[in-house]
């Protein structure tokens, strides 16, 4: 063989162990008719419908927008429930390990059904009602969501490393399981940080 074979023989080679090797990640983002990856989408973005501009350093009584959003993808039109819940920095969010959602109640529900291969999207409005101040402590006694007022009573210390009192505005995904006939927690979830500390 000259030189100029193995070399040929070589690079067709290394891109078929390349194509071998990429094989897996290729099937996470292209579908096949019979081998298709089931998934849902769920997306926060802020008041421009994009990835940017998340309500951050809030007033009270100073309404912000979010857009809440869903894409189905799990080969059937399905039943999906979206809870909204606030949180400190202590508190529980969802655990990634044990795949359980957070222990917090929740404040506001969205309840709808997709189609396959379809998007929901709707706006999420909400304002911190009321706010008590302690020494290095803050204390949300109320919040507004949709226009529906909730009761909390959620406490932040100050934050010397990041200088603000911080808050969590998060929302889990659950799905109706056809299997188990129950609605079941879809491990996912979406958050955005608020910093309460202009408010003061």
């Not at 990429?22 to 926060?44: I, N």
């Not at 508190?91 to 059904?113: M, T």
């Amino acid at each position: 063989m000259t030189l100029e074979e193995y070399q040929a023989l070589f690079t067709v080679g290394a891109l078929v162990l390349i194509l071998l090797a990429a094989s897996p990640s290729v099937g996470l983002l292209v579908s096949f008719p019979d081998g298709r990856q089931r998934f849902s989408e769920f997306w926060v973005l802020g008041p421009n419908h994009m990835m940017e501009e998340y309500p951050f350093n809030v007033e009270v009584n100073g309404t912000s927008t979010v857009f809440v959003g869903v894409g189905n993808h799990l080969g059937v039109s399905s039943y999906y429930l979206v809870y909204v819940k606030f949180r400190n920095q202590s508190q529980p969010l969802p655990d990634a390990i044990s795949f359980e959602p957070s222990s917090l109640p929740p404040l506001y529900e969205f309840h709808f059904v997709v189609a396959e291969d379809e998007n929901w999207e709707k706006p999420l409005a909400f304002k911190i009602l009321r706010v008590e101040r302690g020494t290095n402590l803050t204390i949300v006694k109320g919040i507004s969501i949709n226009d529906v007022d909730f009761p909390v009573d959620s406490s932040a210390k100050w934050d010397s490393e990041y200088n603000g009192f911080y808050y969590q505005l998060f929302f889990e995904l659950w799905f109706y399981n056809m299997t188990s006939r129950s609605l079941q927690y879809h491990e996912r979830f979406v958050s955005i940080w608020l910093n309460l500390t202009s408010t003061i």
